[in-house]
């Protein structure tokens, strides 16, 4: 059996707004086909993290490699070329609301990818009918629930071929009866090998369908392990204040 | 009876009617070339300003307040006399062409550079995280929805500026009202200066009935 | 560069032309006074027949609105100034400009007041009326604040408009700002006091564009 390839390594990541200090030393590594949950209280750092692996916030120091290249120190006017490496999907969907879903999940693979329209178009319709929103293409944003709207998103990113998918607090705009379909589309995805780094507060959802889980507080990783070893039998005194909090329904509290 | 034999007279109606339909001719023209120009303008100055460099737009920002300040007229006039006097003559149209100009590009300019800034990080997020270029994020998402937002606004302004090609009149473009003014002391009669409000009343009542159908449209689209 | 100088920045001619435009200057101040005050009322007044429940009062409201938003003010100013005489009605040039100005002025601040009080919520008024409030009463306690402040940034920039529009006034021979500054201009052959007059109008607008614009930055980016 080969040695299963390293997708996503953060190394010593610090990243400080001013003189607050978010990210004091991330040291993280995600497989190929891994995915990885991260939890935590609010102002752990998490998302910061999270987008600093496609350089939407500039690390302050440390190196992130995605499938073994540093994106750390690429300059400027590469970025946009790694970042087609690397979907994202967003707390708030950010739909392009002027643009019918198909045109959405298009753009990018046209302007920056270079497809033809045809190709594109092609592409775009099979990741709709992926994420089960192919009948919905020719409709516009603002017609759709929360829940397609994300799963539209999700559409929009992977449709660029990306190595590595990350989900900043993708259900978390969602009202609850919509969750469901979102978590579906991103277990559907794993099984079919996408590697992804979530931050996200669907706690059931971590226990079944993650590989791994990652606690941040206070700007480090403060434990991580299978979701047995983290939900079942927490070491840290915080991790088991936290669980503790989420369990008697705190999350929505924290999450703001 | 006197009213109508002062401000309809129907002889006077006949003389003039081929000239005003030719001034006509040039105020919409002077119109069309203004908003072309002022809107262009301003939409790569609000564009430019996206880029942050601090000395460019320290410009811009200046450049739009003073022409947002200053009344239009003030600045005809300098152009005008000002440029003669340094031995530039500038024929009547072209002064009013280009100060027109400036002040529709000063005002579209803050009013894309408002509905710019008005659009959530989000939607620049969405596109850099998607792999396009800042330049392709702007041109393709951000600013389409800008000048969106920026619709009612601006065809009030656009309204509000093609209306000032009446100041043509003082520096002696052939436009509707100083071929009205001219026609009325030459027949004494106060009837040009009716034909010249009809006149603009057959072109702004349909902009301004279009602009309460926008005003609606976008009000309750957004 | 020194022509260029000489023609629009003359320091000598614009201390010589200074106490000229200072008088045309408060000729324009209050001018503004006036016709600021008639537009403001007449415009509340016309937004509130617009709104009104009954139709011809609205729709004349409405028409008369819209027709003198249609014709450019210089166009309004020549007709009371130099057409109304025919019809045995001779106005002094002040007067003229305000009656034109008070047309032009009260259907664009009619516009700014009913886009204010639409966007106060029904629920307002009902409220203020299950209170038992009368109607008056409810707009003058409940509704009209509320729109004021909805449409404050508007109110504002249509003001500065306003000012703008009164150098109109210098094209039927009234003495302000800029009729005084183009009387210099011709006496002197030279540009410059052209140049002050548009300085003091700047010293008198300048700020009042930066707060409006301020302002409207600051209400698009708390949504």
């Not at chain 1, 009918?129 to 994300?150: F, I, R, T, Y």
């Not at chain 3, 002094?92 to 400009?97: G, L, N, Y």
């Not at chain 3, 004021?148 to 703008?164: A, C, G, M, Q």
Request: glycine letters at 8%.
């Amino acid at each position: 059996m080969t040695k299963p390839r390293t997708m996503l390594e953060i190394a010593g990541l610090e990243k400080s707004f001013g003189e607050v200090q978010v990210l004091k030393s991330i040291d993280l590594k995600v497989q190929e086909g891994e995915l990885v949950f991260v939890i935590g209280p609010s102002g752990s750092g998490k998302s910061t993290m999270l987008r600093c692996c496609n350089r939407l916030e500039e690390p302050t120091s440390g190196s992130i490699f995605i499938d073994g290249q540093r994106i750390t120190d690429i300059p400027h006017r590469d970025l946009d070329r790694m970042r087609l490496k690397v979907g994202m999907v967003f707390q708030g969907f950010n739909l392009y609301p002027q643009m019918s879903v198909l045109k959405n999940v298009m753009l990018a693979q046209v302007k920056a990818l270079k497809r033809s329209k045809a190709e594109a178009e092609a592409r775009a319709l099979e990741m709709l009918d992926q994420v089960g929103l192919k009948h919905k293409a020719g409709a516009m944003p603002a017609e759709l629930s929360g829940g397609q709207q994300q799963r539209v998103a999700i559409a929009r990113a992977l449709a660029l071929d990306p190595q590595v998918m990350l989900f900043d607090e993708p259900t978390s705009a969602l009202d609850p009866e919509l969750v469901g379909s979102v978590l579906k589309v991103m277990k559907g995805l794993r099984e079919k090998g996408m590697t992804m780094l979530v931050v996200s507060h669907e706690m059931q959802f971590a226990r079944e369908a993650a590989d791994r889980v990652v606690f941040m507080d206070q700007g480090y990783v403060a434990e991580q392990g299978t979701p047995e070893e983290i939900f079942g039998a927490p070491k840290s005194e915080r991790l088991k204040t936290f669980l503790s909090r989420v369990s008697h329904g705190d999350v929505e509290a924290e999450a703001d | 009876m006197r009213f109508l034999e002062t401000f309809f007279n129907g002889q006077v109606i006949l003389n003039y009617l081929p000239d005003l339909v030719h001034a006509m001719g040039v105020t919409l023209g002077l119109a069309a070339a203004t908003i072309v120009t002022g809107i262009l303008c301003g939409a790569a100055l609000a564009c430019l300003r996206v880029a942050g460099l601090k000395v460019v737009n320290f410009f811009i920002i200046v450049f739009a307040d003073i022409m947002r300040a200053l009344p239009p007229l003030v600045l005809i006039m300098i152009l005008f006399f000002g440029m003669s006097s340094l031995g530039l003559n500038l024929s009547g149209w072209t002064v009013i062409y280009i100060v027109l100009s400036l002040v529709l590009a000063a005002f579209s300019e803050e009013i894309f550079w408002g509905g710019l800034t008005s659009i959530p990080a989000g939607q620049w997020e969405a596109g850099r995280a998607t792999g396009l270029s800042r330049a392709q994020t702007l041109f393709h998402i951000t600013f389409p929805q800008a000048a969106r937002r920026g619709i009612p606004p601006l065809v009030n302004r656009v309204l509000a500026t093609t209306k000032l090609t009446a100041l043509g009149s003082v520096i002696g473009v052939k436009e509707i009202l100083s071929v009205s003014s001219s026609a009325q002391s030459f027949s004494g009669s106060a009837t040009p200066l009716t034909m010249a409000a009809i006149a603009y009343l057959i072109i702004f009542i349909p902009a301004v009935i279009l602009s309460h159908w926008i005003e609606r449209r976008y009000h309750f689209a957004t | 560069m020194d022509t260029f100088i000489q023609t629009f920045f003359n320091i000598d001619i614009m201390m010589q032309a200074f106490p000229l435009l200072m008088k045309g200057a408060v000729m324009t101040l209050k001018l503004c006074a006036v016709v600021i005050l008639c537009g403001l009322t007449g415009g509340l007044m016309l937004a509130l027949a617009a709104l009104s429940p009954r139709r011809f009062l609205r729709w004349s409201a409405i028409g008369f609105i819209d027709l003198f938003r249609a014709l450019p003010p210089l166009v309004l100013l020549v007709f009371v100034y130099s057409g109304l005489p025919f019809a045995g009605i001779r106005l002094a040039p002040f007067w003229a400009v305000v009656i034109a100005f008070f047309l032009n002025n009260s259907a664009y601040f009619a516009e700014v007041f009913r886009a204010g009080i639409n966007a106060v919520p029904k629920g307002q008024t009902e409220a203020a009326r299950a209170t038992g409030l009368s109607g008056p009463q409810t707009l003058i306690h409940v509704v009209l604040p509320q729109a004021i402040r909805n449409v404050l940034p508007d109110l504002l920039s249509n003001t500065v408009e306003v000012v703008k529009l009164t150098s109109l006034a210098s094209v039927v021979s009234l003495s302000e700002l800029l009729y005084n500054a183009n009387m210099a201009r011709s006496v002197t052959y030279n540009s410059s006091p052209l140049v002050l007059a548009a300085g003091m109008y700047l010293v008198l607008l300048w700020p009042l564009v930066r707060v409006v614009s301020r302002y409207q930055r600051g209400l698009s980016s708390s949504h």
